[in-house]
């Protein structure tokens, strides 16, 4: 009987036959009249027409890059710990410059402690500072946490607003906290929260050229179908803290792999895009 060959499965170096990155010819090469063989110079060719009219917005790449990312994150959602809208606040107030985990490890005794908005209201910036120290920049963060308490108990009545007018008036907030509070607690998508990861990813994938932010945020919610807001979002934060990491992501274990053209990608079975990058 004649035995069936098992296909060679790409090495997790990426030291593997065509998936290599190519590269120039040194200046040694260059200087000693090298040119590209015939097999590179097909490989060059069949890159060319491959990218021939290749647009990293169009439709059908932004609906296989979503299908995939509901295959791998179908249901994920915040990872900071809260019970209500306020707690939320209050936490992702407490994220900036530092890590879901920290944060996590320092609210459930600081609302133990200060049970309600009014608490928090009732304090001094300096009476919190102890509190939230080990989440960094805690000055700062004391005293958004006491004003945003403040506003809302005399303003708002107590309860944190479900709007991105009245929420960007709280001090501390800008709009990825307030995209954080009306798309995991409220359920509204008026916009896309845009992290470390968000902004590292979509750039990655070329679906933004910004660096900022703001522009950032309007550069996906031109071409990420609205009701996918809040959930694509969170799919990009957990796939940049499990794989798509800013340095030397794991790029051999992405099922985006294929569709990402990535600049500082660490394996590589397509071309490179070298503007494509963090």
């Known amino acids: 009987m004649v035995r069936g060959r098992i296909p060679r499965q790409p090495a997790k170096t990426g030291r593997h036959e065509g998936a290599g990155i190519s590269r120039p010819l040194k200046a040694s090469q260059k200087n000693a009249g090298l040119r590209p063989g015939p097999t590179q110079a097909t490989e060059k060719k069949s890159r060319e027409r491959s990218t021939k009219g290749y647009n990293p917005l169009a439709p059908e790449r932004i609906a296989e890059i979503l299908r995939r990312l509901d295959q791998l994150y179908p249901d994920v959602t915040c990872a900071l ?28 005794e600081l609302f133990r402690k200060y049970p309600t908005v009014a608490d928090f209201a009732a304090l001094t910036p300096e009476q919190l500072e102890p509190d939230i120290r080990s989440t960094g920049f805690f000055r700062n963060k004391s005293k958004s946490v ?25 001090p501390g907030v800008a709009r990825k906290t307030a995209n954080v509070v009306l798309g995991t607690w409220f359920k509204k998508a008026d916009g896309l929260v845009v992290d470390t990861h968000v902004t590292r990813i979509a750039r ?12 950032i945020e309007q550069d996906l919610m031109k071409v990420i179908p609205r009701e996918k807001w809040i959930l694509f979002a969170h799919q990009l934060i957990w796939h940049g803290r499990k794989l798509c990491i800013a340095r030397r992501p794991k790029c051999v274990d992405c099922a985006l792999e294929n ?7 660490t394996w590589s079975t397509v071309e490179i895009h070298k503007n494509a990058k963090l």
Do not use: Y
């Not at 006491?146 to 709280?170: H, W």
């Not at 990655?204 to 522009?215: F, I, Y």
């Open 81 to 108: 710990t809260h019970k209500d809208a306020w707690q939320l606040l209050v936490a992702t107030i407490l994220s900036a410059q530092s890590t879901d985990v920290n944060v996590n490890r320092v609210t459930p």
């Open 146 to 170: 006491v004003g945003a308490a403040k506003r809302i108990v005399t303003e708002f009545g107590g309860q944190v607003p479900d709007d991105m007018a009245r929420l960007l008036t709280l």
């Open 204 to 215: 990655r994938l070329e679906l933004t050229k910004n660096t900022d932010a703001p522009k």
């Open 259 to 265: 569709i990402c053209h990535a600049g500082d990608k």
